[in-house]
C-alpha cells in the first residue's frame, strides 16, 4: 500500500480571494513580511500497490480528469 | 400539435428544478423530469440544468454532476444539436463538462450573493433568447456562492470577438465575473450557460418581474418553428 500526493493549484493568473484574505490578517497576527499567499487543495491518494510509475500514471490520469479541473487549475502528482 | 416537451434534470442538491419545470409550463411546453441516475433522455426536444448544489459542489461546482449517467447521453444530444440551458450550478456542470468554454468560481468578494440583478441581454441569436432583443435590459434574481466566470485570454477575446456573451450584468458586478459576464453560448448557438436564475422571475407574485420567462418563451417557439 503506497500513498500518492495531488496538490492542485490555481493557474496564477486567476485571482484567490480566499489567499488573499488568508494574507490581509497576518499583519494583524504579527506576521510581517508576507508578500502574497495561494491557497490550493492537497489530496492524498491511497493505491494497493507500489507507488511505481504505473501508479503514478494512473493517480495523473485521475487528477487530470477529476481532481483538477484544466481549464484553471495545475497538479502536481509525487509518492509520499 | 403537442406541447414540445422540456427535460429538466434534477441530480442530487439540485434545488430549483421545480421552478425551471414551472416556468417551462408557463411558456407553454410540458416539463419532463429526467433523473440524473438514468441514461434515457426520454426523446425531450430541450434540457434544463438547474440550479442548486448538485453533489454538495464536493470538490468543485459541477464537478461531480459533470459524471452523472444522464450527463453522457446529454453531452452527446447537445453536440448533436439538442437545445440545452444551464442555470446557476447548470452552468456549472455545462462548463465542467466542456460544453461550454471557462469556468466558474467562487465569488470575488467571497459572499453568496442573493439580489435583484439587472442583466443585458447582449446575444439574442441562440435558441433561448430569441425572444429578446439584442441591447435588451431585464431583472432577474441572482444567488450563487460560485458564480465568477473565468476564461483565459485567448477564449475570453473569441467569446467577445464571436459576440458569444449572451448576457452581461449592469450596475454592478455581484461576483467579479470577468468583462461583466452573466452567460455565454457555445458556437452553435444551441447552449446557453447562464449565472442568475429567469425560472425564479416569470410570475409577478414571487418574481422581481416576469423578464425570465423569455428564455423559456424562446425555446418554446423554436421548438414550434422546427
Redesign the interface.
Known amino acids: 500500500m503506497a500513498r500518492v500526493v495531488v496538490d492542485v493549484m490555481?493557474k496564477p493568473?486567476?485571482?484567490d480571494?480566499?489567499g488573499q484574505?488568508i494574507a490581509r490578517k497576518l499583519p494583524q497576527l504579527g506576521f510581517s513580511g508576507v508578500t502574497a499567499v495561494r491557497q490550493g487543495k492537497r489530496f492524498e491518494v491511497e493505491v494497493d500497490g507500489p507507488a511505481d510509475d504505473a501508479a503514478l500514471e494512473q493517480v495523473r490520469k485521475i487528477a487530470e480528469t477529476?481532481?483538477a479541473?484544466p481549464?484553471?487549475e495545475t497538479f502536481e502528482v509525487r509518492p509520499l | 400539435m403537442d406541447a414540445a416537451r422540456v427535460g429538466v434534470i434534477t441530480f442530487p442538491g439540485s434545488l430549483d428544478d421545480r421552478d425551471a419545470a414551472r416556468a417551462v409550463r408557463l411558456a407553454g411546453a410540458e416539463p419532463v423530469a429526467l433523473w440524473h441516475a438514468d441514461d434515457d433522455l426520454k426523446d425531450v426536444d430541450a434540457v434544463v440544468l438547474p440550479g442548486g448544489f448538485s453533489y454538495g459542489d464536493y470538490l468543485r461546482a459541477g464537478a461531480i454532476a459533470r459524471f452523472a449517467p444522464l450527463m453522457g447521453a446529454l453531452v452527446d444530444a447537445a453536440h448533436g444539436g439538442l437545445p440545452v440551458l444551464g442555470i446557476c450550478n447548470g452552468f456549472q456542470v455545462l462548463c465542467e463538462s466542456h460544453l461550454l468554454p471557462g469556468a466558474l468560481l467562487p465569488n470575488a468578494g467571497l459572499h453568496f450573493v442573493c439580489r435583484d440583478q439587472r442583466l443585458r441581454i447582449d446575444d439574442a441569436d441562440t435558441a433561448w433568447t430569441r425572444d429578446y432583443s439584442t441591447g435588451q435590459e431585464i431583472v432577474v434574481p441572482i444567488k450563487n456562492r460560485d458564480g465568477r466566470y473565468v476564461a483565459d485570454p485567448r477564449t475570453l477575446a473569441e467569446l467577445e470577438g464571436e459576440g458569444r456573451v449572451v448576457a452581461r450584468y449592469l450596475d454592478l458586478n455581484p461576483n467579479g465575473s470577468l468583462n461583466d459576464i452573466a452567460g455565454v453560448r457555445n458556437e452553435a448557438g444551441n447552449v446557453v450557460g447562464l449565472m442568475p436564475h429567469p425560472e425564479h422571475a416569470v410570475e409577478s407574485l414571487t418574481g422581481p418581474s416576469t423578464d425570465g420567462l423569455g428564455f423559456f418563451t424562446s425555446i418554446v417557439k423554436r421548438l414550434v418553428e422546427a
Do not use: M, T, Y
Open positions: 490555481l493568473e486567476i485571482l480571494p480566499q484574505a477529476l481532481l479541473n481549464v484553471i
